[in-house]
């Protein structure tokens, strides 16, 4: 496939902050049709990025012979029954987080891309994240040559802040149209009770992020969940220690009013650590910035950065993008596929019921 002709699904804040520009920009991808149910502001970002097909309906798109893949992103329920039926319909489909609501809805996902041979990647940034792929490749030199002992412990931490936005706080476009009604929590596990689905939700769309980037690091699948202890007045702020690849680790959530963005990741071995720090999420160009500590002898601290300067400067959400397009072209894996994701689903009721004495 020399040119992968896509359409995108929603033009909302992380569509046209995100994903529409960066998709538009790759040489070998046509961004050719969009389907958003609000038709003013489906109109202003098919003008602004010269989009040539507008549809109301993403069945719109499935039908589309002219398209080989969609992006999605859309409220977290709704945007896993478009991704199903996109993917039903043999269109390969670039989702945002979280996959799915519920493990249920994500093995329907998976028995549609199935059914119509197509495949899915969920967007995991992080994954992309030059800075962070520099986390990885220490990870696996030094776990296969021991240099700094096992690994002892993983601190994953998320207080987050109100600046993930670095500024780039509004829609290049708004419009006062009404945004749909959603399948209103049908998708939802059937054992979790309803005064609890926010906070469930809440957690679910921000650690998986942190959940994911660990498993990846530990090139781990499952994950146990040993205990969990969250605030009961909002089900979200707290601690949960988890084994991820026979290692302890945890997951920090949190809220704080913050400048800038306060989440980290430090792998501990027994003779040193490998810490990421995330950026804003929307700061461009700017990688994760790793710290790399090697006790022994010569203590040593160094800070490692990406020495292509395309890689120094560079935003993970482009670089999503780009592996999304290339692997569609060339028939390669995702780094971040439906189907291993679908392990965070799973892990994420596992926390809440464990959460709820329903264990
Ligand atoms: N990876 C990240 O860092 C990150 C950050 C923020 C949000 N997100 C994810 O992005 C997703 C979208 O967030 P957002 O802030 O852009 O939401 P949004 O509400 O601004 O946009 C959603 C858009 O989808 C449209 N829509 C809803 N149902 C539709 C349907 N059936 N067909 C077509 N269009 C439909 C709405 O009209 C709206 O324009 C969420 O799932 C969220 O988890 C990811």
Known sequence: ?????????????????????????????????????RPKLRGMVAEKYAIPKQYDSHLHLCEDKDIDAVGVSAPYETQA????????????????????????????????????GARLM?????????????????????????????????RAH????QQWTAGNSQPIFSTDEKPPAGPGGNNLPDW??????????????????NLNLMRWLMDAKDVNVRSVDFDPSNGYH?????????????????????????EHTTVYF???????????????????SVEIYKAGKSQQITTAMPGDPNER????????????????????????????????VRFFETVYRTFLGLK
């Open 122 to 154: 969920v967007a995991y940034m992080k994954r992309y994240d030059a800075g962070n792929e520099l986390v990885k490749k220490a990870m696996d030199e030094f776990r296969a040559s021991g240099e700094l002992g096992p690994v002892t412990y993983i």
């Open 81 to 116: 029954e478009i991704a199903a039926d996109l993917l039903r319909a043999g269109k390969h489909v670039f989702m945002e987080k979280p996959m799915a609501v519920s493990v249920a809805q994500g093995e329907k996902m998976l028995a549609a891309a199935k059914q119509g």
């Open 192 to 209: 979790l009770p309803k005064q609890h689905a926010n906070g469930y939700l809440n957690y679910l769309q921000q650690y998986t992020h």
């Open 270 to 288: 027994r003779d040193g650590w490998i810490r990421t720090e995330a950026p804003p999420l929307l700061l461009k160009n700017v990688p994760a």
């Open 158 to 161: 998320g207080f987050c802040g």
């Open 238 to 262: 707290g601690i949960a220690v988890l084994e991820i690849g026979g290692v302890r680790a945890v997951i920090e959530s949190g809220a704080m009013s913050h400048f800038g963005w306060d």
């Open 1 to 37: 496939m020399d040119t992968v002709r896509l359409g995108y699904v929603g033009c909302g804040f992380v569509a046209q902050s995100i994903h529409i520009p960066n998709l538009s920009a790759l040489p070998n991808a046509k961004l050719a049709a969009i389907a958003e149910v």
């Open 313 to 344: 400067w560079s935003w993970s959400y482009q670089r999503e993008a780009a592996h999304f397009v290339e692997s569609v072209r060339n028939g390669t894996p995702f780094r971040s596929s439906g189907e291993d994701t679908l392990h965070d």
